[in-house]
């Protein structure tokens, strides 16, 4: 079966620090895995996506995330943090190996960005 | 095309009462997925579509949950005799299935169960 694990539910970080946010997965097939955004009452908006292509993968407003296959990890970076990056990020893997289309997510990892 | 539309946002009933969400995908996507979120917690699968059939159901909470496709274009969501542990966002998303590719989620309706 597979599973999403988000390590932290909250990280801190200043204006202009690296983010990093982390995720490991588990999967008994070749994994595609995603990351989301969420902001206050509203709906998931898609960073990124990994689906076997190259394994660091660039997404909106500055993100990126390199697919560790030893690690089974798919960390979420960005290089500076700008105040706009407040939100909730959620890592997710595809169910039955895309077959369905559906998503299975992790908890979700908060992220303040202080001034 | 605007994305995926859901109605009502908000929804705040008495325990017992039935309601129902309407989610309206993009128009060239055939596929149709609901989700509901609790506070503090990921999404959680529910359901979904192919055009019209409900190929998976079995992840649905309980048998007072139900969803329909009619036609294949917008769907609807139904909890009946709601309890408070039905408080929660509900999500709709919606892909267009060539090859996989990712889900687009509409805004969500939040269900307030008092």
């Known amino acids: 079966a597979q599973s999403v694990t988000q390590l932290g539910s909250h990280v801190s970080v200043s204006e202009g620090a690296l983010v990093l946010l982390r995720c490991n997965y588990s999967s008994s097939v070749p994994p595609y895995l995603f990351w989301y955004v969420q902001y206050p009452n509203q709906g998931l908006q898609l960073l990124l996506k990994?689906?076997?292509?190259?394994?660091l993968v660039k997404g909106i407003n500055g993100f990126e995330a390199e697919f560790k296959k030893s690690e089974t990890s798919f960390h979420l970076t960005k290089p500076s943090a700008h105040m706009r990056d407040a939100a909730e990020y959620f890592c997710?893997?595809?169910?039955?190996?895309?077959?369905?289309?559906?998503?299975?997510f992790g908890k979700g990892t908060k992220l303040s960005v202080k001034p | 095309d605007t994305g995926v539309s859901q109605d009502p946002r908000h929804k705040i009933t008495k325990r017992g009462q039935n309601v129902t969400f309407r989610c309206d995908p993009i128009s060239e996507h055939n596929r149709l997925y609901w989700y509901r979120q609790t506070l503090g917690q990921g999404p959680e699968f529910l359901t979904y579509?192919?055009?019209?059939?409900?190929?998976?159901k079995s992840r649905l909470l309980s048998d007072r949950f139900s969803a329909e496709r009619p036609k294949g274009s917008f769907s609807t969501l139904e909890i009946q005799r709601t309890e408070q542990g039905d408080s929660a966002m509900y999500l709709c998303?919606?892909?267009?299935?060539?090859?996989?590719?990712?889900?687009?989620f509409g805004q969500g309706t939040r269900l307030t169960v008092v």
């Open positions: 997710a893997v595809s169910d039955y190996g895309g077959s369905q289309g559906n998503l299975i």
């Open positions: 990994y689906t076997s292509a190259a394994t």
């Open positions: 998303a919606s892909s267009p299935w060539e090859g996989f590719t990712e889900a687009f």
């Open positions: 579509f192919q055009n019209e059939a409900q190929l998976e």
